[in-house]
């Protein structure tokens, strides 16, 4: 049963060669047909092989299927095969899951642009090389999944081609990631030469039993897979690409930047969590990167006015507590988050889309309102959802991964208070821009009027998605609210949980009350300033440092502004520079010597026989006096 | 008696070409195409025959040989042998050359039996240096491939042909000169030493080199081959010929040409001086990493395609380099790929390059844009030989790349990690090329043709081999690995 | 006695020759340079003769005459130039004559 899985990806990766090939030729409902169909019949495969990889009826199933010899040197043999585990599984449940919905939706959604074909081409190429990506068994497989879902990305960004702002936005997130990319490579070039394997089980047996902890090999290898999960997952330093990737449509959004591509980093962390734990400075550097970029995305969020934008940086924010919980050796509660996160967000986007497509291309939120009324099943699924984010329980999913986060992150040792508070600031921020969000668009007074109800397509997905967004917390609860353990259980099953203990006995208890208090005092902030508009609020916003800080904020702290000034304009001049070939002047320069010796030479050529005659005695004179001497 | 035909049947279908082509334009390529696919008949023949890699051992590992005596005197034998290296550079000489002239089908108007003629006599001169293990014959084709090269830059070249053509004939034949005068100093060296007078690069590998002698020698081998490649600081001939050469001669300089280079490091530099060699490595990987960033970073900032295309060459040859000069037989291995892979992408993208210009008339990316809309298919093929050349995994090139670095890596970490910086550089000018190329508002053009059905074959085909390459290269290594075993050094 | 002569006999002939080509480095009129030519020639004949006898050899005399010969069909071709000369261009100063520009 289990060896079926290679089928995972070449169902999507078949669909892309037909639509590549053939799209053009294709009528829309069947470039549709063929698109969704290949990701169902994907799914379909996924939920055979999860059964049979839990049945606890059927023998251990084989769990690797190499597929052929890729590479091959002397001592170091790359194979090109497929590995199953908990961990891998639950990403192409998601993967698969959550990319049908997505194509059911783009079936409609999509209907009236061009290049249909085209669309689904790419979006199928990309499923294939995600999935490729979390079941690859060897590091180098992986890698190729990971520049697949890259050139997927740039090619989905920059879909509307005809707008060059697309384009750039497309440039901008292939650069960007690519420098992570290459930390990534190096990295994986580490391991391979030093440990003598990329096959990701060998190489974590390996690393554990010949590495002592904090060795440099580990502390280096695992800061270059760091960088690489930096760019894909687009935390600090490397998330400016996020936030302009949202001019792709908006299911590409949902797709790649929310519910998957992004996560990339995470699985890559998660996976090789022993490599991590290895290296304890590099594991809390994961930490305290994850917790920066949470509070700092959660301000930029705040401030913006395009729709999309405050759910992209909602996403860097949302990976940052992921990022948050590996650095703490939470990757359980980092998997879950991602499980639950990817329900959530996509829904949101989804929402989104219908919102933007009904209001004729309208991102900005401030010319939305009041669309409750009018768009009562967005408004239910999308407020499922940003109850979900916000953490509020009971009901959603999101409290249940937050919390317990925020429960190993605060049983982490000497540093977890503090990166505690730090994500407790993050509850509030994400409550309070996600609620800004909702009070802005959907109450309040009506300012666009939205042209007629969305169709099936486009709202199945909605509902399908809004049941695990309210529901799936129930997979993993704390003690005193359940203490299910369904989600620790299975993915145990890649390698053991050790969840802290909590340092005291009502400690749990209190924990998830601060946090219930965090999301709901953000909530309140988001009604009293945005939806009464305090004359704090407005206060604050006329003065000049608080105009300010809303343009930082908006402008996502000023880092694009410095990578502009910092790498972008010397890059650009150097190449201009090197680009007309400086060293041409060295070797014209060998010509116009020539030419001057010519000119040189020339001149002796007068006519003058009686200087030839002196010259020809001096000569001989001097032939002989040589002849003489020597 | 293959391989003299390999040789043979270019040389007389050019000759052929040119005296038909006074009669009829149509009868010079047919003629031109029918000699060129007998080549790829026999290289076919040759695939079928030896399915696997050869045995091991000097000498040995040759899949078929031919040795005729020619000036006893001077030590002069007609020596062609065959093994897996040369097999592969045979092959891409063969299908590169089809591509060229499939390109220059209907570009090419002007004295098209000459043009024929020039090209063929160029493909034999490129086999012959390929096939043959004689100093004296490897230093005569050498010569045969480079002077109808000049020819085709010359005569059917663009704006800039003369002095571009100039450029480039200055540069190789100097190199040419120090080889000439490097084999010459072997060949007396050998017979002070051993009293036979002999060119056979294999007798001559046994020489006993003093070391000033051994070194003197092997930079002359070296300096001619890093002008071919070419190695920074000796490229700047290499964007004038690319960007003004016609199309064909574009995919013949860069496709082939600068392999040679390659392949005469590999073949001659490597096994005649093994110590020389070693002691200038730590140059040549310096000058190959340079090269790698050099290349990458001016071709951002061209605005003709050509040039553009040109300048990624450099860089990609500078990877070859730093394989070649690693000492690691992995990092061997990865040079070769990327020599087969890079000819095969480079080609392809000057043949595109050539289809935009015959198409809209200009090479500078300022006026082009937004060619997705109006030829879809030339747009996407461009994609994917971008994608390939900035070395996404999956296609032949990163194949190539990444074993290089895996051999570098394993012996030496900074060359390694520069290199890998290269990555960063290809993605910018390669995504550059086709943003401003293929993407944004298409400008009003006039009635623009998209790819034919034989241009898409062709691309389709090259498509295929990258594919291929990139996801089964072990099939390729194998060929290889008998020869490069016989260098001395290198780790697994 | 041979000693003797040998070593005046060639100081003679080199002073002849020294003559004969300051003669033709500088007098400015061709004429006067044909006449200079001969007695380079002739100074050269001289250290033939004299080598002649030292060695007792009968060559050098020999080449004496073929000088002689060379020397004479020289002259008369030179004077022939020197008056087609004078007719074209009115003067016998080399310098004047020379067309390159340098």
């Known amino acids: 049963m289990v060896t079926l899985m290679w089928l995972i990806p070449a169902f999507p990766a078949a669909g892309f060669l037909v639509l590549s090939t053939l799209g053009r030729r294709l009528s829309r409902p069947a470039c549709a047909v063929m698109g969704t169909s290949s990701v169902a019949l994907s799914m379909i495969v996924s939920a055979v092989v999860a059964w049979g990889y839990l049945s606890p009826t059927l023998p251990r199933p084989l769990t690797t299927t190499a597929l052929w010899q890729w590479m091959e040197i002397r001592s170091l043999s790359i194979g090109f095969g497929l590995h199953l585990d908990s961990l891998s599984l639950l990403w192409v449940l998601v993967v698969t899951g959550v990319g049908f919905l997505i194509h059911l939706y783009s079936t409609s959604f999509m209907s009236a642009q061009e290049g249909y074909g085209r669309y689904f081409a790419y979006l199928n190429l990309f499923i294939a090389s995600m999935l490729l990506l979390v079941l690859a068994d060897g590091l180098l ?184 919980a590996l650095g703490v050796g939470a990757w359980p509660a980092a998997a879950f988050h991602f499980l639950t996160h990817a329900c959530f967000k996509a829904l949101l986007f989804l929402g989104a889309g219908v919102i933007i497509l009904n209001l004729g291309d309208e991102h900005d939120i401030f010319r939305m309102g009041g669309l409750w009324k009018r768009m009562p099943l967005v408004f239910a699924t999308f407020l499922t959802a940003a109850l979900s984010m916000a953490a509020v329980p009971p009901l959603t999913a999101g409290f249940y991964s937050k919390d317990w986060i925020l429960y190993w992150v605060w049983n982490s040792g000497p540093s977890g208070p503090i990166l505690w508070l730090l994500a407790l600031l993050g509850i509030v921020l994400t409550s309070l821009y996600t609620f800004r969000l909702v009070f802005i668009v959907f109450l309040g007074p009506e300012r666009s009027r939205p042209s007629g109800r969305p169709g099936a397509l486009l709202t199945i997905p909605l509902v399908v998605l809004a049941v695990p967004a309210a529901l799936a917390g129930f997979l993993e609860t704390p003690r005193h609210l359940g203490d299910i353990r369904v989600f620790s259980r299975f993915i145990a099953q890649t390698a053991p949980v050790v969840e802290p203990a909590p340092s005291m006995p009502g400690m749990v208890v209190w924990l998830i009350l601060v946090s219930e208090a965090a999301s709901l005092l953000g909530i309140l902030l988001a009604y009293l300033l945005f939806r009464r508009r305090l004359r704090v609020g407005e206060a604050a916003e006329s003065l000049p440092q608080g105009a300010y800080l809303r343009r930082f904020w908006l402008a996502g702290w000023g880092f694009d502004w410095l990578y502009e000034q910092t790498v972008v304009r010397p890059y650009r001049f150097l190449s201009r520079v090197v680009g007309s070939e400086p060293l041409d002047w060295l070797y014209r320069g060998i010509g116009d010597l020539a030419v001057v010796a010519h000119r040189l030479l020339s001149l002796i050529q007068d006519g003058r026989i009686r200087r030839y005659a002196a010259g020809v005695a001096l000569g001989a004179a001097l032939i002989l006096a040589l002849v003489v001497l020597l | 008696m293959n391989l003299a035909l390999l040789v043979l049947v270019p040389l007389f279908a050019g000759l052929l070409a040119w005296l038909l082509g006074r009669r009829s334009d149509s009868a010079a390529r047919l003629t031109a195409f029918a000699g060129l696919s007998v080549d790829l008949g026999i290289i076919l023949s040759l695939w079928v025959r030896f399915p696997g890699a050869g045995a091991v051992g000097p000498g040995k590992h040759w899949l078929e040989q031919l040795v005729l005596p020619w000036i006893p005197q001077l030590g002069v034998r007609v020596h062609l042998a065959l093994d897996g290296l040369s097999l592969l550079m045979v092959s891409l000489t063969a299908v590169l050359g089809m591509v060229a002239l499939v390109v220059s089908w209907a570009s090419v108007n002007k004295r098209v039996g000459l043009f024929h003629f020039h090209l063929m006599v160029s493909l034999a001169g490129i086999m012959g240096v390929f096939l043959t293990m004689d100093l004296f014959l490897f230093a005569l084709f050498w010569e045969l491939m480079l002077v109808p090269t000049y020819f085709l830059i010359v005569i059917w070249g663009h704006a800039n042909r003369q002095a571009a053509g100039i450029k480039f004939f200055l540069f190789t034949q100097a190199g040419g000169l120090l080889m000439i005068l490097a084999i010459l100093g072997l060949h007396f060296l050998h017979a002070s030493q051993t ?227 290269a990555m960063i550089v290809s993605v910018v000018y390669a995504l550059n090329l086709v943003c401003r190329t293929m993407f944004g508002p298409s400008r009003p053009a006039s009635a623009v043709v998209d790819l034919g059905a034989a241009e898409m074959i062709v691309m389709t085909g090259l498509m295929l081999l990258i594919l291929c390459l990139g996801l089964f290269p072990q099939s390729v290594i194998d060929r290889v690995r008998p020869f490069l075993q016989i260098i001395p050094g290198g780790i697994g | 006695m041979t000693t003797v002569l040998v070593q005046y006999g060639l100081l003679l002939a080199a002073a002849l020759f020294l003559v004969g080509l300051a003669g033709v480095l500088f007098r400015r009129n061709l004429l006067f340079t044909l006449l200079s030519l001969e007695i380079m020639l002739n100074a050269a004949g001289l250290a033939f003769v004299v080598a002649a006898s030292r060695w007792q050899q009968p060559d050098g005399q020999v080449m004496f005459l073929i000088i002689l010969a060379v020397s004479a069909a020289e002259a008369a071709v030179g004077l022939a130039l020197i008056l087609g000369i004078h007719r074209e261009s009115g003067t016998l100063d080399p310098d004047e004559l020379s067309r390159l520009r340098g």
């Open chain 1, 141 to 324: 497989l992986l890698y190729l999944g990971w520049e697949g879902v890259g050139l997927c990305s740039f090619l989905l960004i920059g879909f509307w081609y005809r707008e060059p702002a697309n384009s750039k936005a497309a440039l901008k997130a292939f650069v960007v990631t690519r420098i992570g990319d290459t930390a990534l490579i190096i990295g994986i070039l580490l391991l391979y030469t030093r440990l003598g394997s990329g096959n990701i089980q060998e190489l974590l047996s390996r690393a554990s039993s010949q590495i002592p902890p904090g060795a440099p090999l580990a502390v280096a290898a695992a800061a270059l897979l760091l960088a690489g999960a930096l760019g894909k997952s687009a935390q600090i330093p490397l998330q400016t690409w996020l936030p302009d990737a949202m001019a792709g449509p908006t299911p590409v959004s949902a797709l790649i930047h929310a519910a998957t591509m992004v996560t990339a980093g995470v699985y890559l962390i998660a996976r090789m969590n022993v490599l991590f734990a290895l290296a304890p400075t590099v594991r809390f550097l994961v930490a305290i990167i994850g917790a920066a970029t949470l509070i700092l995305a959660g301000f930029s969020a705040a401030s913006q006015r395009d729709i999309k934008r405050v759910l992209a940086y909602s996403t860097i924010s949302q990976i940052g507590y992921m990022f948050l």
């Open chain 2, 195 to 421: 009293g036979e007078y002999t060119f056979d690069a294999l007798r001559l590998a046994e020489t006993h080199l003093p070391g000033r002698w051994g070194m003197l020698l092997m930079l002359g081998f070296f300096l001619a081959f890093a002008v071919k490649l070419p190695v920074f600081p000796l490229h700047p001939w290499l964007p004038d010929a690319h960007t003004e050469a016609p199309t064909a001669g574009s995919i013949i300089l860069a496709g082939l040409l600068l392999k040679t280079g390659a392949y005469g490091l590999i073949r001659f530099a490597l096994p005649l001086f093994p110590q020389a060699s070693a002691r200038l490595a730590p140059w040549a990987m310096g000058l190959a990493v340079a090269g790698i960033i050099y290349g990458g970073l001016a071709a951002f900032g061209q605005r003709d395609i050509k040039r553009l295309i040109a300048y990624t060459s450099i860089s990609h040859l500078g990877f070859v380099l730093l394989g070649i000069y690693a000492g690691s037989r992995a990092a061997l291995e990865g040079a070769v790929l990327l020599m087969i892979c890079h000819g095969l992408t480079t080609g392809a993208l000057f043949a595109l390059a050539g289809g935009i210009q015959d198409r809209l008339g200009t090479r500078d990316m300022d006026s082009l844009g937004g060619l997705w809309s109006v030829t879809p298919r030339l747009a996407a093929v461009t994609l994917f030989f971008a994608l390939a050349a900035m070395g996404l995994p999956g296609l032949g090139n990163f194949a190539g790349e990444f074993l290089v670095l895996l051999g570098v890596f394993a012996v030496h970490l900074l060359p390694a990690i520069l290199a890998a910086t």
